[in-house]
């Protein structure tokens, strides 16, 4: 596209052999001290960077977010992770060194882009080799192996694409990585271990050291992250019921049954939906932890309703022909957390929400009318809200 654009607007004698080959492209660009002005700005089809975010993407970004990975290391260029992880309502920012993967760290894992961002500072893109001479990009690469070193050392690496089809760019992670002594890598690409070693010889040398455990995973990478997601949110909702194990039991004078421990197949956005539930986060804002905190009362009145025949949905329940959310209210006042659950009319909402640790004043959260859902004006999320005892007697449970 963007040879096809120089050749129509400004050179038709450009070699043809250029056309196919993008590097080779850009150093023409370089050559001529236009790179930045023509090349980056003017012919790059950036709008080619801007489509909605895929599974994968969410998984990447919910990961960070929740800093269930100690990093992400990315050499693309767009900014769909970065969207994702605005969509669902977090501070989140892409870092461009070292430096500034540093300073974010408190709250979110780095994601580190050593190739440039569209979105931050567009004209320090990695193009063409040429570029690693340039004050700018060999700072940024530097610094980015120095952070690499001192924080990836001996973790397990998750490799999603086969790095990249770029000799340069191989050379530049090749050699960043080399020092950090992984102990195990697996990728995630489609290709053929023989194709896999030829576009990226040393990488795949370091991937099979002795001491390091390696595994090719033939499966599109947004496919295969999205089932790594819903295992970590399967996992993290188990977390949840088997905490109320103890509790549910000393309640209800029974022991639990372990089909009651198992969670539904669901897709990753209704898991999401669970876990944020379980956080007592509303639409609109981020699950932030990569574990439970003490949930043996949360976990009890899921086993609760469960006993009594409620069906798993994509958020909540259904029991007696209602439908319940339940969600994390601990330490917070019952009509102060309804008033945080005010969603946008098309979310999700349910009849009865069961606020687990919540405490009841009787004092109005707002002086706004309810609304009702899918009209104008916002729903106080739509239904009744109880705390666990009054759900327990309101429901049969």
Request: charged fraction near 20%; include cysteine.
């Amino acid at each position: 596209m963007c040879f096809d654009a120089y050749q129509v607007r400004v050179d038709p004698h450009i070699d043809p052999a250029l056309r196919q080959d993008l590097e080779g492209l850009a150093e023409h660009f370089a050559d001529l001290n236009t790179l930045e002005a023509q090349f980056i700005e003017n012919l790059v089809p950036w709008i080619e960077f801007e489509r909605p975010p895929n599974p994968g993407h969410a998984a990447i970004a919910d990961f960070l977010i929740t800093k269930a990975v100690v990093a992400g290391l990315s050499s693309n260029y767009d900014k769909l992770i970065e969207r994702r992880a605005w969509d669902y309502g977090a501070d989140f920012c892409g870092s461009l060194n070292g430096d500034e993967a540093t300073a974010c760290s408190h709250a979110q894992s780095p994601f580190l882009k050593f190739h440039g961002c569209s979105h931050r500072d567009r004209r320090s893109t990695v193009w063409a080799p040429s570029q690693l001479n340039d004050p700018i990009i060999s700072d940024r690469i530097a610094s980015s192996r120095v952070w690499m070193e001192a924080n990836l050392r001996q973790k397990d690496l998750l490799v999603v694409g086969f790095w990249s089809d770029w000799n340069y760019l191989n050379q530049i992670v090749g050699g960043a990585i080399q020092g950090i002594a992984p102990l195990s890598i697996t990728v995630i690409d489609l290709s053929e271990g023989a194709d896999l070693e030829q576009k990226a010889p040393d990488l795949w040398a370091l991937a099979h050291q002795p001491q390091v455990t390696f595994s090719h995973v033939q499966e599109s990478g947004a496919d295969a992250l999205d089932e790594l997601r819903r295992a970590f949110s399967e996992n993290y909702l188990r977390q949840v019921l088997a905490a109320g194990r103890a509790a549910f039991e000393a309640v209800a004078g029974i022991a639990c049954d372990p089909a009651w421990l198992n969670v539904a197949a669901l897709d990753s956005e209704s898991l999401y939906d669970w876990r944020r539930d379980a956080e007592g986060v509303p639409n609109g804002r981020p699950a932030t932890t990569k574990r439970p905190g003490d949930g043996d009362v949360l976990g009890c009145f899921h086993l609760l309703l469960r006993r009594a025949g409620a069906v798993q949905r994509p958020q909540g329940y259904t029991l007696h022909g209602l439908s319940i959310r339940v969600i994390n209210g601990a330490g917070c006042v019952l009509n102060s957390l309804a008033e945080r659950f005010i969603e946008a009319p098309a979310a999700s909402s349910a009849d009865v929400f069961v606020a687990v640790g919540a405490t009841d004043l009787g004092l109005p959260g707002h002086v706004v009318r309810p609304g009702t859902v899918g009209s104008i004006m916002r729903p106080a999320a739509g239904g009744q809200w109880l705390t666990f005892e009054q759900a327990q007697a309101e429901l049969g449970v």
